[in-house]
């Protein structure tokens, strides 16, 4: 069936540095790309999103990358801060199908 | 504000009890989802339904019920809690089923012994 891999599961950055996360998907109908933060004790939130029509979207710190014929999405956040300590899940999915979520990476920003 | 409420932050039932975990929704969004989470599985969806008295098996529906009476209301039903369900619970609401934002409760942590 559809799948969504995520890496890495737990990434720790010194505060300032970039962080990256790399997806990859295996249904070829997908053209949603969202990604979820969650922080400690909430539910997951989304903070950005790119569809397959677009090869990267930026939001302030935070860009997301697409690479339809690798299969690939990456999210990029820069000059890390403390408060972008969570939980991050990538998701894929099509406007006829359910999202398929990663299975999450921890990132922790080291003061 | 969006909103999606779960009516509990943390349960402890016995094994063999009947669990019911509601969820409510103020967006008036036709699609209502139940997720499970588990360390290193990410979210794992259980069932949804995308109209008031309609509802789909996702990935994991074994030992599992759902009930959505009203639109903004959907209650996932656990028949005979074992300990293979302990886990954090999460509600999400969406306009469509797939291609648009999913809005998040902010969980339930069960806990079955």
């Known amino acids: 069936g559809e799948n969504v891999e995520q890496h890495p599961s737990t990434l720790s950055v010194q505060e300032g540095d970039s962080a990256v996360i790399k997806c990859t998907y295996s249904?070829?109908?997908?053209?949603?790309f969202p990604w979820y933060k969650q922080e400690l004790g909430k539910g997951p939130q989304l903070i950005i999103d790119?569809?397959?029509?677009?090869g990267e979207k930026k939001d302030q710190r935070i860009a997301v990358t697409l690479n339809k014929t690798a299969k690939h999405f990456s999210l990029h956040i820069t000059e890390t801060q403390p408060e972008d300590s969570a939980v991050y899940f990538c998701?894929?999915?099509?406007?006829?199908?359910?999202?398929?979520f990663g299975s999450g990476t921890r990132l922790s920003i080291r003061p | 504000d969006v909103k999606v409420t779960q009516s509990s932050r943390y349960l402890v039932k016995r094994t063999g009890e009947k669990v019911f975990l509601e969820c409510v929704q103020d967006?008036?969004?036709?699609?209502m989802f139940w997720y499970r989470q588990d360390p290193g599985l990410g979210l794992r969806l259980i069932y949804f339904?995308?109209?008031?008295?309609?509802?789909e098996k996702g990935d994991i529906p074994e030992g599992y019920s759902v009930s959505r009476e009203k639109k903004e209301r959907f209650s996932l039903i656990l028949e005979s809690a074992s300990t293979n369900q302990t886990s954090m619970y999460l509600c999400?609401?969406?306009?469509?089923?797939?291609?648009?934002?999913?809005?998040f409760g902010p969980g339930t942590r069960l806990t079955v012994t």
């Open positions: 999400a609401s969406s306009l469509f089923t797939g291609g648009n934002e999913q809005y």
């Open positions: 249904d070829s109908a997908s053209n949603y």
């Open positions: 790119i569809r397959s029509n677009v």
């Open positions: 998701a894929a999915s099509s406007s006829a199908s359910k999202i398929i």
């Open positions: 967006m008036d969004h036709e699609n």
């Open positions: 339904s995308y109209d008031v008295k309609m509802k």
